[in-house]
Nanobody, 125 residues
């Protein structure tokens, strides 16, 4: 059984930083890509960013480009989301996801097979 566990969420003031982690455990699988999504209160789940597992190619939503770099540590099976210059509109539950295929629409949640339980990020103004 595959498990994704997010950590690192919390309450931060606008302009501050947080670092989210997503630890992958369980049955070994060859994931092609991992990603972060978020769901703000009353809104749909949105793509934040993604990283290919083999060569660290990254993709970002326009809203976080340049502020939220994604990285991974293959040896630890962990993905990171460094969240800088946080804004109140970044408040959401953040989810990590892992996908087995390399379909081009990396920002579509249907292309991810496994999901974490989510971690809350709250940015105060």
């Amino acid at each position: 059984q595959v498990q994704l566990v997010e950590s690192g969420g919390g309450l931060v003031q606008a302009g501050g930083s947080l670092r989210l982690s997503c630890a992958l455990s369980g049955r070994a699988l060859n994931f092609y890509r991992m990603a972060w999504f978020r769901r703000a209160p009353g809104k749909e789940r949105d793509f934040v960013g993604a990283i290919t597992w083999s060569n660290s190619i990254t993709y970002y939503a326009d809203s976080v480009e340049g502020r939220f770099p994604i990285s991974r540590d293959n040896a630890k099976n962990t993905m990171f989301l460094q969240m800088n210059n946080l804004k109140p509109e970044d408040t959401a539950v953040y989810y990590c996801a892992a996908g087995l295929t390399g379909r081009p629409n990396y920002n579509d949640s249907v292309n991810y097979n496994y999901w974490g339980q989510g971690t809350q990020v709250t940015v105060s103004s």
